[in-house]
């Protein structure tokens, strides 16, 4: 059976008000496994889901890579993100931007950085999933000094950074069952409330550098922290620069839209994306679009996508598109508002997504 939403969503809570964090880590490491667990949705509800700690590890280092470029380019301000402003997640993640040949390759997702510059990469992706299991993922369900009960998965075996350790436990951590499901439903509300306690927390951090900053969230989590020109262009010139959702043309104010929202499952791969009149784009805004939209973003075909964001060293993400499809509807309740058209908002409907593993 699955997990209760009640209960699970309690324990989350706790987690976010169980202590003075030092670090941002484990609000990091839940994110990515709110993200994780909308793409790893299984047929049972009630199933076990095998995490990959190589995954989750590359869904951290994607959450800090954009959030480690400069706040303020002139004075090349970085915001802290520990007390001390140190940490081993931090310095490899700078290493590998220092790594990135040019400044614009900076602006694109890491999956870019990681093609540019593998091997750098996989120094940083290794370093790093040590660093995750010996700490935050060892932590993350820990609330205060005494004992405690996991209720995510069971952490007994992590605080070790043992190659040996972790590839004899699978390389992965096992969500206890029917918690990822429960974990999928309950995203879209708490992922919001654990990148509030993010930006507080930095902003706690930096007091000295922020001051009256209005905002630092958008520079957290906004979907301008990577730069769309170079995707945009391309998909322009191959499927031609028409609204993908009412096909005006775009003389003027075009739009890159995530079809799949960036605030829901944070996927900026080519396959994701579209062109979009100002009036659609603004009007659908962080609402699902009905199914329809996803199915016809999917079928252009990942040979097609593949070979396009091949072009431009860009990612494809053709594989995350289809499980977040199939996670972010499979576990809405009917009452979801979907976005058709501007103006045309209407509940989800079961009939209007029909899933099969054959479909893509």
């Not at 964090?21 to 199933?47: C, I, N, W």
């Amino acid at each position: 059976m699955p997990t209760d939403p009640l209960t699970l969503g309690q324990q989350l809570v706790a987690v976010l008000e169980g202590g003075h964090r030092t670090a941002t880590y484990k609000l990091a490491v839940m994110v990515a496994l709110l993200d994780l667990a909308v793409e790893s949705v299984p047929d049972d509800p009630g199933a076990a889901v095998g995490i990959d700690l190589d995954e989750l590890t590359e869904r951290v280092m994607a959450l800090y890579w954009t959030q480690l470029r400069p706040l303020d380019e002139k004075q090349h301000v970085v915001l802290r993100q520990s007390n001390d402003g140190r940490g081993v997640v931090f310095d490899q993640l700078t290493a590998l931007r220092d790594a990135s040949t040019t400044a614009r390759l900076r602006q694109v997702p890491i999956e870019s950085a990681k093609l540019a510059v593998p091997k750098a990469y996989r120094t940083a992706h290794a370093t790093i999933k040590k660093n995750l299991v010996r700490y935050p993922l060892k932590l993350l369900q820990r609330i205060g000094t005494g004992p405690y009960d996991s209720f995510l998965y069971d952490d007994s075996w992590l605080g070790t950074d043992s190659t040996r350790v972790i590839a004899a436990h699978g390389n992965r951590i096992e969500l206890f069952p029917g918690v990822c499901h429960t974990l999928a439903r309950l995203a879209p509300l708490v992922k919001p409330a654990f990148q509030l306690a993010w930006v507080d927390d930095v902003r706690r951090m930096n007091r000295e550098i922020l001051g009256d900053e209005p905002d630092i969230a958008a520079h957290l989590f906004g979907t301008e922290r990577v730069s769309l020109a170079r995707p945009a262009e391309v998909l322009a010139d191959h499927f031609g620069n028409d609204c993908f959702y009412c096909n005006a043309t775009l003389r003027t104010g075009r739009h890159d839209d995530h079809v799949l929202p960036w605030s829901r499952v944070g996927i900026d791969g080519l396959t994701n994306l579209v062109l979009a009149c100002r009036s659609c784009n603004t009007s659908k805004s962080d609402l699902l679009p009905a199914p329809a939209h996803v199915t016809r973003a999917l079928d252009r075909g990942r040979d097609v996508l593949d070979s396009l964001a091949e072009t431009i060293r860009w990612p494809s993400q053709f594989d995350r598109v289809v499980a977040a499809y199939h996670g972010l509807y499979a576990t809405q309740p009917s009452t979801t508002p979907t976005w058709f058209a501007p103006r045309r908002i209407e509940p989800l409907q079961r009939g209007d997504f029909r899933w099969t593993d054959a479909e893509f």
